[in-house]
């Protein structure tokens, strides 16, 4: 079983920033894929962006120009948020794909006033 461990979430006023970070008590091997969803109240759970073990990035297009994925050579994937908006606000959950499998962190809340 893989642990997700997320932090970083919080208030944050319109045009601010925040970084996501999510480590992954797995090692290394195995992990295709890392990325960070989202899901607000009252709405289905979306991808922001994801990286792939090549380093291929996807983002949403609602997020492109204004959010960052990146991962360390490690088992850590961060997502920096930048120019937020109230539209982003949402629980945002880390995710991890291994071979077949997939894995979500617990969530972790992020509010931006307007």
């Known amino acids: 079983q893989v642990q997700l461990v997320e932090s970083g979430g919080g208030l944050v006023q319109f045009g601010g920033s925040l970084r996501l970070s999510c480590a992954a008590s797995?090692?290394?091997?195995?992990?295709?894929?890392m990325g960070w969803y989202r899901q607000a109240p009252g709405e289905q759970r979306e991808l922001v962006a994801v990286?792939?073990?090549?380093?291929?990035r996807n983002y949403a297009d609602s997020v492109k120009g204004r959010f960052t994925i990146s991962r360390d050579n490690a088992n850590t994937v961060y997502l920096q948020m930048n120019s937020l908006k109230p539209e982003d606000t949402a629980v945002y959950y880390c995710?991890?794909?291994?071979?077949?499998?997939?894995?979500w962190g617990q969530g972790t809340q992020v509010t931006v006033s307007s």
């Open positions: 797995s090692s290394t091997f195995g992990i295709l894929v």
């Open positions: 995710y991890v794909r291994i071979a077949t499998m997939d894995f």
């Open positions: 990286i792939n073990r090549g380093g291929i």
